[in-house]
């Protein structure tokens, strides 16, 4: 077997390695990496250009001792703060499943600390390990968001102090420490939305703004300080309305045609309009109201045309008002 220096650039390829292993596998590039995230998230335009500066400036780093950033999330539900981690993680790692979603809805009781973690030894459990260390153990490489921060009991905020601060986290059934220093975590939350739009509006400065977000979330009693003083930064989602829905009504549309092996040249305004006054629940639900609305109105309609052969069709609504699907030119 030949040697390896003999058969390619050793410097080179170790030079390679060493970028994977410290999660600088490639340059940010800012302007690709912005127009990535808008084709998939809507009306967040300054949200998506400060993240990306953010994550450009820590991607650099070719050493780190905690997490790549530390990001908080604000905003009413449904404003694209999970689909913006989802598309973040498809572009820096890859594959949109290299985002892990923890929805702390469900984390608001003492045992649900082990669900993450893993259960200790003699423990029902223990065999399995935790479901967040698990998968950083297998790929440390990931966008880990934290949906709804505020609703996770007492003792699994514990678990943020040591992924945020240290960027590591042991399994308590194996014993095995994962690592965070490759990962981008993200706190979301609906807590004190008002308030924080507000101090936006108000403060222009963004370390006197971050300061002053940091003081209102301990103030409600549901922020620790240790876990605000850990944020590095915090991003305010404006409320989606008129052109912008419209924006999402069409992807969402486009989308669930690909799902059906088709292409879709041309919707009706008049369509995109249906849709968003079907979904005119997105003040309380959000923009994932839309995906059901959409699929009751165009299902049916896709697979037909599908069986029909179809490939690239267009959705039109004739003389009598029904939605008709026809093969477009």
């Known amino acids: 077997?030949?040697?390896?220096?003999?058969?390619?650039?050793?410097?080179?390829?170790?030079?390679l390695l060493e970028a994977q292993s410290s999660g600088k596998s490639r340059d940010i590039n800012?302007?690709?990496m912005i127009a990535a995230l808008q084709e998939r998230v809507k009306g967040q335009d300054h949200v998506i250009e400060g993240v990306v500066r953010l994550i450009k400036q820590q991607w650099a780093k070719e050493k780190r001792k905690r997490p790549i950033a530390n990001l908080l999330f604000v905003g009413p539900t449904g404003t694209g703060k999970t689909e913006l981690a989802k598309a973040m993680a498809e572009y820096l790692y890859k594959d949109e499943k290299a985002a892990v979603i923890i929805d702390c809805a469900d984390l608001g009781s003492p045992e649900s600390k082990n669900r993450l973690i893993g259960a200790p030894a003699g423990y029902i459990g223990s065999d399995k390990g935790g479901e967040l260390t698990r998968k950083m153990l297998n790929n440390p490489k990931r966008v880990v968001v934290f949906d709804e921060v505020e609703k996770a009991h007492t003792l699994v905020l514990d678990i943020f102090l040591s992924t945020m601060g240290d960027g590591r986290l042991t399994d308590q059934s194996s014993g095995e420490v994962a690592d965070f220093t490759q990962a981008v975590i993200i706190l979301t939350s609906n807590l004190a939305e008002k308030a924080i739009v507000k101090l936006q509006e108000e403060l222009t400065d963004p370390a006197e703004l971050l300061n002053a977000v940091k003081t209102e979330l301990v103030a409600t009693g549901k922020f620790r300080p240790e876990i605000a003083g850990r944020i590095d930064?915090?991003?305010?989602?404006?409320p989606l309305e008129g052109i912008v829905v419209a924006e999402i009504v069409a992807l969402k549309m486009t989308v669930l045609a690909k799902e059906y092996g088709l292409e879709l040249a041309y919707v009706d305004p008049r369509l995109i309009f249906q849709a968003m006054q079907a979904g005119n629940k997105l003040a309380k639900f959000g923009v994932r109201e839309l995906d059901r609305q959409i699929g009751e109105m165009l299902a049916d309609h896709l697979i037909a045309a599908k069986k029909a052969g179809g490939k690239r069709?267009?959705?039109?609504?004739?003389?009598?008002?029904?939605?008709?699907?026809?093969?477009?030119?």
Request: aromatic share 4%; hydrophobic share 40%.
């Open 233 to 238: 930064k915090v991003y305010v989602f404006k």
């Open 313 to 329: 069709v267009r959705l039109d609504i004739e003389e009598d008002g029904v939605m008709a699907i026809s093969p477009a030119d």
């Open 1 to 15: 077997m030949p040697k390896l220096e003999s058969l390619t650039n050793l410097a080179e390829l170790q030079r």
């Open 30 to 32: 800012p302007e690709e």
